[in-house]
């Protein structure tokens, strides 16, 4: 089940995403998880956890999606100095950073995947305050990869040589910005599925 607790409360969740876009030759994958509201205390809570670059966390490298996969994340400090952001936040009513921290991303080939994530986290909101456990048990599909910027034109071969170096060619189909709001991306072909 989908489900985020922090502390004893227990929410179900309406959004997961993990996503990967190609900057400056790095595939970087971003995560994001979004709690259905719930009062608690009379106060509307719908947190979200996040990371905005997985990549720049120590020894993260996930660049192939050709065959099942599982990686284990653990960082200690909530902010990576390296890369002066933080590892991961998450909002309840301000971000917040989530530290001492294991993330296991669990994946198939399908683009099906499993997320479990424990930590510690500070929410600041009484009775619940800083040090609180935070227990996130997700699954999602994973569509494909954002290969360029909002807007940008490039055709279907350049959009594959960004994408060769990181993850087997022939799986994707490439679906071009078609407006200045859109990113040229290109698309997980599944198993079975024609292009």
């Known amino acids: 089940m989908n489900t985020m607790r922090i502390a004893d409360l227990v929410f179900e969740l309406d959004q997961v995403a993990l996503e990967a876009s190609i900057q400056d030759g790095w595939l970087v994958w971003s995560l994001s998880i979004a709690a259905t509201p ?14 905005e670059s997985l990549i720049e966390i120590e020894g993260v490298k996930l660049t192939v999606w050709n065959e099942a996969f599982e ?32 993330l296991k991303i669990k994946a198939e080939p399908t683009g099906a995947f499993e997320i479990t994530w424990r930590a510690k ?53 490439f679906c071009p910005a078609l407006d200045e709001h859109e990113h040229p991306f290109m698309r997980l072909i599944r198993p079975g599925e024609d292009a």
């Not at 719930?38 to 990371?51: F, I, K, M, N, T």
């Not at 909530?78 to 890369?83: D, I, L, V, W």
């Not at 002066?84 to 294991?102: C, D, G, K, M, Q």
């Not at 807007?151 to 040589?161: H, L, R």
Request: charged share 30%.
């Open 71 to 102: 990686h284990e994340l653990c960082w200690t400090d909530g902010f990576n100095e390296k890369a002066r952001r933080p590892n991961a936040s998450l909002f309840v009513f301000e971000h917040t950073e989530i530290y001492r921290s294991t």
């Open 121 to 173: 986290c500070d929410v600041f909101f009484d009775p619940y305050q800083n040090n609180l456990d935070l227990e996130i048990n997700a699954s999602g599909m994973w569509e494909g990869v954002v290969v360029g910027s909002r807007g940008e034109k490039i055709s279907a071969d350049e959009a594959s040589q960004r994408l060769k170096t990181h993850i087997k060619e022939g799986l994707f189909e």
């Open 38 to 51: 719930q009062d608690v205390h009379g106060e509307l809570w719908r947190p979200r956890a996040y990371s």
